[in-house]
């Protein structure tokens, strides 16, 4: 039996979903000047020419993955702890737990994470994810909780560490992770 128009399109929107995660991954370890169709042809699985039939060039490929690392990276998790009613300290616990289960588990999250951080030091996505921990630390370090210091450069220390980590989770099979307690104790005070 023919297949419906819906379920064609439904296998259109899959295929490309399977392309730009796929690619995600690759663009992530690779680079987009260290990419070539071919390798990433290989890499998905499937032939060059069904890559070209969604996307006209590799340029137009790595455009579409960046412009949703943010998304892939979960920014918006950051959002929604960032807003609870709660203190800081318990903000940032929840926020590291989160980021290394999510780094030690989900290769798509710390090609987000890798890419995003790109996108920030490139000036082509905002810095929201420093902004609003930003926010957090000067929280804490009002509340007590959190380390004195510069909060912006506790920040970028803070999202440097998880970098690193995404981008080992990506190179490598064998490095020693880090815990949420490690990641959490960047910013907080010993108790």
């Excluded at 902004?131 to 004195?148: D, L, N, P, Y």
Aim: a positive charge.
């Amino acid at each position: 039996m023919p297949k419906s128009e819906k379920r064609c399109q439904e296998i259109r929107e899959e295929t490309r979903n399977l392309i730009v995660r796929k690619s995600a991954l690759y663009f992530a370890r690779n680079g987009f000047s260290g990419t070539k169709i071919s390798d990433l042809s290989k890499h998905i699985g499937i032939a060059q020419g069904s890559i070209y039939n969604y996307f006209e060039s590799k340029e137009e490929l790595f455009a579409e993955v960046y412009s949703i690392s943010d998304k892939i990276a979960g920014v918006h998790k950051l959002d929604t702890v960032a807003k609870l009613p709660l203190p800081a300290d318990k903000k940032i616990q929840m926020l590291s737990d989160h980021i290394i289960k999510n780094i030690k588990k989900d290769e798509m999250f710390s090609a987000g994470i890798a890419l995003f951080t790109q996108r920030m030091l490139e000036g082509e996505a905002d810095n929201a994810f420093y902004k609003t921990t930003e926010k957090i630390i000067k929280s804490g370090q009002k509340e007590g909780c959190v380390v004195a210091g510069n909060a912006m450069k506790l920040a970028e220390y803070y999202w440097g560490v998880v970098y690193l980590y995404a981008l080992k989770s990506l190179y490598t099979d064998d490095f020693t992770m880090i815990t949420s307690g490690d990641l959490s104790r960047i910013l907080l005070r010993d108790k």
